[in-house]
């Protein structure tokens, strides 16, 4: 029985000992990590209305005004090239020459044949006139040079179409041939732009829309040409609002000096003719992401929250807001780069 009760001792004694062991390991392990952060500290800015001292300003993509694909319309192989990338074209230039021969010894034999044709309906005509003809035989001979006059002008077009000629005036952009290339109709062979003036896009908020007009003067520019203004004008204001209540405004510059602008850059239209008193504004610091897809953390009861929202005008160091905040709703401006929907934060006094 002794030996028994010693051999229990010791059984548990050894649980013991493990245990305590565990408890040490784990408290080692604990001290060792790192402290987690259970929140973060930002900076907030309260939705407000701004006084608005600038010009009321907008980005948009420059656009060329006419853009435009040559198109082949018909087959065969290019004998000559008379155009390089980047060179000024008018309109009704020949920038490819197709080999013509077949169609040009058709265009022969169907002029002839309609010249013949002519001369033949014209003489059964004056016979007619003098009773030397029947009415059956000026018919025949006018069917006849009907005929004769479709196929000569189809010869001609088709002749024609061996040219690959410009449509508009303006620059080539691209050129999709070479000496030697087959080309076939319905092939884009090449493209040019128009860019002696310019077209740009936006999108005004329904209260601007409404005092804009078309004919107003806006002033245009750009940041990678700083100090340079062009001078526009409204071209057309859309009669239909998007989702955003926002309504698309084309504008016209004329693309002229020694700075011209190029289709495909982004440039601030600036409308003198809608200075504001007051418009409802953030800080720009506190957009995340692009102003196209503007998005802002907003912190209610101390957790941030992602709203996108859509922007407007930009005036100073403040970005007017369309839709997606109201007055006195707080935006964070500082400390958002490492935030998460949802996560709770402090902010910073």
């Known amino acids: 029985m002794k030996k028994a009760r010693y051999i229990g001792i010791a059984l548990i004694a050894i649980v013991i000992i493990v245990v305590a062991l565990f408890n040490n390991r784990a408290k080692i392990r604990a001290s060792q990590k790192p402290p987690v952060a259970e929140d973060y500290y930002v900076t907030v800015a309260a939705v407000g209305q701004k006084q608005v001292t600038e010009d009321i300003s907008f980005i948009g993509t420059v656009t060329a005004n006419n853009d435009v694909n040559i198109i082949s319309e018909t087959q065969g192989r290019v004998t000559a090239v008379f155009a390089k990338i980047g060179e000024h074209k008018s309109a009704g230039s020949i920038i490819a020459q197709v080999d013509d021969e077949l169609k040009r010894a058709s265009y022969n034999v169907a002029e002839a044949n309609y010249q013949k044709t ?27 040079f009907v005929n004769a006059e479709s196929q000569y002008i189809m010869a001609r077009r088709q002749l024609s179409d061996t040219k690959i000629t410009t449509p508009i005036s303006g620059v080539l952009t691209s050129r999709n041939f070479d000496m030697g290339t087959m080309v076939s109709p319905g092939m884009n062979t090449a493209n040019i732009v128009d860019v002696s003036r310019l077209k740009i896009k936006v999108n005004i908020s329904e209260s601007d829309a409404v005092r804009l007009k078309a004919g107003d003067a806006v002033a245009v520019s750009s940041d990678v040409f700083p100090g340079v203004t062009y001078s526009g004008r409204v071209e057309s204001i859309s009669a239909k609002g998007d989702e955003a209540h926002t309504f698309p405004v084309e504008i016209i510059v004329a693309n002229e000096g020694k700075q011209p602008l190029r289709a495909g850059m982004f440039a601030r239209v600036r409308f003198t003719s809608l200075n504001r008193n007051q418009a409802l504004a ?29 922007l407007g005008a930009e005036f100073g160091n403040s970005v007017e807001v369309l839709s997606g905040l109201n007055a006195g709703e707080q935006v964070v401006v500082s400390g958002q780069n490492t935030l998460t929907d949802n996560l709770k934060v402090n902010i910073s006094k």
């Open 282 to 310: 953030i800080p720009r610091a506190a957009v995340v992401g692009s102003l196209k897809d503007a998005k802002v953390f907003i912190v209610y009861e101390g957790i941030a929250k992602i709203r996108k929202i859509v």
């Open 118 to 144: 002519k001369k033949d309906y014209d003489r059964f005509k004056l016979l007619f006139e003098q009773k030397s003809a029947t009415e059956q035989q000026v018919d025949q001979m006018k069917l006849a």
